[in-house]
């Protein structure tokens, strides 16, 4: 099974920027396509960006324009630029394979203040 370690969160004001990082434990990473998800306080865990192994990427609509999701398959990593963070952006974020891997990474916090 893999594991995610996920990392770059933090506080940050309206209208800042975060590059969070995903590290996978395995290189069977490389052959899967990767999501990003947040969940807010309250809320169900919601799907935000994906990457296939062939770089296709899609969004939803409420990052489209702000994020970008990548890769470095030689590192195992995943990443995800966030731009123009919102006050609604506060959540923890994770990173996990598609379909779904059983075992999600601890989350790193991202705050954005008003």
């Known amino acids: 099974q893999v594991q995610f370690v996920e990392s770059g969160g933090g506080l940050v004001q309206t209208g800042g920027s975060l590059r969070l990082s995903c590290i996978a434990s395995?290189?069977?990473?490389?052959?899967?396509?990767i999501g990003w998800y947040r969940q807010a306080p309250g809320k169900q865990r919601e799907l935000l960006a994906t990457i296939t192994r062939d770089r296709v990427v899609n969004y939803v609509d409420s990052t489209k324009g702000r994020f970008t999701i990548s890769r470095d398959n030689a590192k195992n990593t995943a990443y995800l630029q966030m731009n123009n963070l919102k006050p609604e952006d506060t959540a923890v974020y994770y990173c996990?394979?598609?379909?779904?891997?059983?075992?999600w990474g601890q989350g790193t916090q991202v705050t954005v203040s008003s």
């Open positions: 996990n394979t598609l379909p779904l891997e059983p075992n």
């Open positions: 395995t290189s069977i990473f490389v052959v899967k396509n």
